[in-house]
């Protein structure tokens, strides 16, 4: 059953004075859409503006975004400054980030790292990766590695190194490993709740203001198959 989010079941892995980090559900976006529905950031500022008592508006800054069918981290900056530098951050890919990804193909090789060329197409919000360079397309690159096998999938572990639009998704359908559920990139039926099988599972990062290491690991959804995999590694 499809959880709702709201400001009283946000899924908060991380909080302090600049940052706020949570847990995506299926469904959530990451900014407001045509669909009418609320916003992740909204309900975040929500939150925030209850837990503090604050009067007027609550800053929160989108650091990154996550697409609707994907679940896992979402870091929000709460201060201007937290913003700045974690979009820093991100852009000079001095994050590190891994994702769980469950595939009914198995992978030709055990692991092994991707390169593609990611064009977009704006028409219909997909992207095709490419093994050569094409007009108006952008380098891609992540690491994979099988961490187990299911009785009727295989779960991998991705290590992304570039932050392309639809990077994931788009490179595992070349290689004949579409994600489950993901019907735009060539999987053969959608799940029950319209999202897909893959997680931001890990986020490691120096804070951008107190210079701490930060690490953080979001709990995968309550599914049937996420629940195996976790109980399998």
Request: proline content about 4%; aromatic content about 6%.
């Amino acid at each position: 059953m499809k959880i709702v989010t709201t400001k009283d079941n946000l899924q908060i892995l991380h909080e302090d004075n600049h940052l706020i980090i949570v847990n995506k559900r299926v469904g959530d976006i990451a900014q407001g859409d045509n669909s009418g529905d609320k916003p992740l950031p909204e309900i975040v500022k929500e939150y925030l503006k209850e837990k503090y008592n604050k009067p007027g508006d609550v800053f929160l800054g989108v650091v990154h975004r996550l697409d609707r069918p994907t679940t896992g981290i979402v870091v929000f900056a709460k201060t201007s400054k937290a913003l700045t530098r974690m979009n820093d951050l991100f852009s000079s890919r001095e994050t590190q980030k891994t994702y769980w990804a469950v595939v009914k193909n198995k992978p030709a090789k055990e692991e092994d790292t991707l390169v593609h060329f990611i064009k977009r197409n704006q028409q219909n919000n997909t992207s095709k990766a490419h093994s050569k360079e094409v007009p108006e397309s952008k380098k891609a690159s992540l690491h994979y590695k099988t961490i187990t096998e299911l009785d009727n999938y295989f779960a991998l572990e991705i290590e992304l190194h570039t932050g392309r639009h639809h990077q994931i998704r788009a490179q595992l359908q070349a290689i004949g490993c579409s994600i489950k559920g993901d019907l735009k990139y060539g999987f053969d039926r959608s799940n029950p709740d319209g999202g897909i099988h893959l997680h931001a599972r890990k986020l490691a990062f120096i804070h951008p203001v107190s210079k701490e290491q930060i690490t953080v690991l979001a709990p995968v959804p309550q599914d049937i198959v996420w629940k195996s995999i976790e109980t399998k590694i």
